[in-house]
């Protein structure tokens, strides 16, 4: 299938999705699959299937996807700041504001009690159907197709965050929100050091109170500590709110 059958529910928006994703699908069936909320799949019977098996696939290509990436693009990071920018790129959050921004949310087709209820603009209903047409790219054009997809949206989130993290550093900013916030003062130690003494890794947590809020590595006790803070912050703020996230052009 490589045309919009003339009765195609949301032709325009469809349409226009089409072009903003920047890539032809030889197999248009799949994409429309991808669109399809399990709403729609109730309330119309014909159609025979949901996107909920193309999310399953596309939520680990693009975990793939954007572990490559991040691996590649910042050699010097240490498994822990990879670890979380990874996270903070495949979260709900964002990948339900690139699903907007690409117009997947103009196009999917729901049914009409969650067209209703605002099912077009829920985050999980934005971020699987992200996820699915990911999926569908991926059985129509391969992973190379899928990997020239995501990365060009990633990318712009990854640099958003860490320009977030750069402005002041992880720690500074840790006990300004702490103190703000809480009312109490970071408190960090060194639990763990491994390696010879040339080349030694720390392993360091930061606590709130009692509570441990982030753990860290690090080639000093500083740069630990540092990774730490930055690990609590992930957890305790920049978590909470993904509306900063730059609009694509």
């Not at 596309?58 to 498994?79: K, L, N, Q």
């Not at 790219?137 to 899928?146: S, W």
């Not at 720390?202 to 441990?212: H, K, M, R």
């Amino acid at each position: 299938m490589n045309e919009w059958p003339l009765s195609e529910p949301r032709m325009p928006e469809l349409r226009a999705l089409r072009e903003s994703l920047g890539y032809q699908f030889e197999d248009l069936s799949l994409l429309r699959r991808a669109l399809t909320h399990p709403s729609y799949v109730n309330e119309h019977p014909e159609q025979e299937r949901d996107n909920q098996r193309l999310e399953f696939l596309g939520d680990a290509v693009i975990d793939f996807v954007a572990a490559a990436w991040v691996y590649r693009a910042f050699s010097d990071f240490a498994e822990g700041r990879m670890t979380r920018l990874r996270a903070a790129l495949v979260r709900t959050e964002t990948l339900a504001r690139l699903a907007k921004d690409v117009g997947i949310g103009a196009a999917l087709l729901l049914g009409h009690g969650e067209e209703e209820a605002g099912g077009r603009y829920r985050k999980p209903n934005l971020c699987d159907a992200f996820e699915a047409v990911v999926g569908a790219i991926y059985l129509d054009g391969g992973m190379e197709a899928a990997r020239s997809f995501v990365e060009p949206l990633v990318a712009p989130v990854a640099e958003a965050t860490l320009a977030r993290a750069s402005d002041q550093d992880a720690k500074s900013r840790l006990q300004e929100w702490s103190q703000g916030e809480r009312k109490v003062t970071p408190r960090y130690c060194i639990v763990a050091e491994r390696g010879p003494d040339h080349a030694k890794v720390f392993e360091a947590q930061v606590l709130l109170d009692d509570e441990i809020v982030g753990q860290g590595t690090g080639r000093s006790k500083q740069a630990a500590e540092q990774d730490a803070a930055e690990a609590a912050l992930e957890a305790l703020v920049w978590d909470q709110d993904a509306e900063d996230l730059p609009a694509l052009d």
